[in-house]
């Protein structure tokens, strides 16, 4: 893999077949990530993370577990959230003891 001293971003990397890390990804599946919302500008998104998770388990509550929408907010903490944090949540649930109100 090549590259330059200063910059060590995905756009810089490139492997030997001359493809940069962005294109490769680019050719494997679309690349996203969680849209923007305005309720958290500029801050630490873990409250964006933590809100998509309860939001996402309250939906499927509520709406029932084939209710397309939902799944909005799952791609939104599958992005944005530590897969241990949402394992953790996810115990915590199956036990009863999970401190977000859904």
């Known amino acids: 893999v090549a590259t330059s001293t200063a910059d060590h971003s995905a756009d810089s990397i490139v492997n030997f077949s001359g493809m940069s890390a962005v294109a490769i990804m680019s050719e494997e599946g679309k690349m ?3 849209p ?3 309720r958290y500008p500029n801050q630490n998104q873990t409250k964006y993370c933590y809100q998509s998770f309860v939001d996402f388990h ?13 799944n909005y907010f799952q791609k939104v903490y599958k ?13 915590q649930m199956e036990e009863g003891n999970f401190a977000g109100k859904i």
């Open 32 to 34: 996203e990530t969680a």
């Open 36 to 38: 923007f919302d305005p």
């Open 58 to 70: 309250r939906c499927q509550k509520i709406k029932g577990e084939d209710y397309e929408p939902c």
């Open 79 to 91: 992005s944005m959230c530590p897969n241990s944090w949402t394992e953790k949540w996810g115990e």
